[in-house]
């Protein structure tokens, strides 16, 4: 394992898909995560670049550096999007690697505009929107949506799965409505002849089969979390599992209990044991989309609609 006291130089190796490479300077912008953090690279503002921290084992760096590979030869296509809004960042996907002398440290990725984007968490509460300078109504939110569901259809059809899809790691354009995904090194990949497991996890968004188990099936995690995603947008922010005890139940009083004990609140026949939060509208969702909750929610992972769905 690498020193905790090591002070890495802030000049690196970019190496470029067809063996390109060329030195850059790196500036940090203060971001990091549990993998690593994220630096600004100098002449070239339309890129950054993450680097896994220095403490990370030579195994999961080896690791890390196959799964970016692969993910720099197979992109996904993604939904179509006007030639005047080019430079929309749907996938903070790797497009070259960062080395330290010979050795693997990160990737480089396009930057999504924070100045334009605020994240999706903001749309759940329409104060929050506000204070983003943006005016929620329900035409935007099922744009958001619908662009969202083709973006994981994309993923899905290359047979890639976000697994932890949650709210935060989600970026809204305010203008377009387009939606960015971030984190993509934490995606799950189960392409033929490659995978590599997602191993990050969010109760408040793991469908119930997986609370007592890993995520055997990426997809069908992914349908349950963009369900939920969806449910919130479209009805003030409320949890599909967020309700209220009935018939004297010990209610479960976090989230992850609740999703794995069915309590779903919202479904077209009344469950025995909770009851809707008083500021649902749910009843007044279409049938199609109240069906489409129902599989989510109270039906086996089998069934559940499909992000293309």
């Known amino acids: 394992m690498t020193s905790t006291n090591y002070k890495p130089s802030n000049i690196v190796r970019l190496v470029w898909p067809g063996g390109g490479a060329e030195q850059a300077e790196l500036i940090s912008i203060g971001k990091a995560g549990g993998a690593g953090e994220v630096f600004n690279i100098a002449g070239k503002p339309r890129h950054v670049a993450k680097l896994y921290h220095a403490t990370t084992r030579d195994e999961q760096l080896r690791q890390y550096e196959r799964k970016i590979r692969w993910m720099m030869g197979n992109k996904p296509d993604l939904p179509e999007i006007p030639a005047s809004q080019h430079d929309i960042v749907q996938l903070a996907w790797p497009v070259a690697m960062v080395r330290r002398g010979s050795k693997f440290a990160g990737f480089v990725m ?20 506000a204070e983003e300078g943006f005016e929620v109504d329900f035409g935007k939110l099922v744009t958001v949506c619908c662009n ?4 994981l ?12 899809l949650k709210p935060i790691n989600l970026k809204v354009y305010k203008s377009e409505l387009y939606v960015s995904i971030l984190d993509c090194d934490g995606f799950h990949i189960y392409a033929d002849g490659f995978e590599s497991e997602a191993p990050q996890i969010t109760p408040e968004y793991l469908a119930p089969e ?14 349950f979390a963009l369900a939920t995603i969806i449910f919130r947008l479209l009805n003030y922010g409320i949890h599909p599992y967020t309700g209220i005890a009935a018939n004297h139940y010990p209610y479960p009083p976090e989230l992850a209990g609740r999703i794995k004990h069915g309590l779903y609140a919202y479904g077209k026949s ?32 089998a069934g559940r609609a499909s992000a293309y769905e």
């Open 153 to 164: 259809n994309c993923l899905h059809a290359k047979k890639i799965a976000v697994v932890d």
């Open 110 to 129: 396009e930057k999504i505009d924070f100045d334009r984007t605020m994240e999706l968490d903001y749309l759940l509460t329409r104060r929050q929107a």
């Open 148 to 151: 969202l569901a083709s973006l």
């Open 270 to 301: 009344r469950h025995e044991h909770v009851r809707a939060a008083p500021a649902s509208v749910h009843e007044c969702f279409p049938e199609e989309l109240r069906n489409m909750f129902d599989r989510a929610f109270t039906h086996a992972a």
């Open 210 to 223: 997986f609370h007592d188990r890993a995520v055997t099936l990426p997809e069908a995690q992914d349908r």
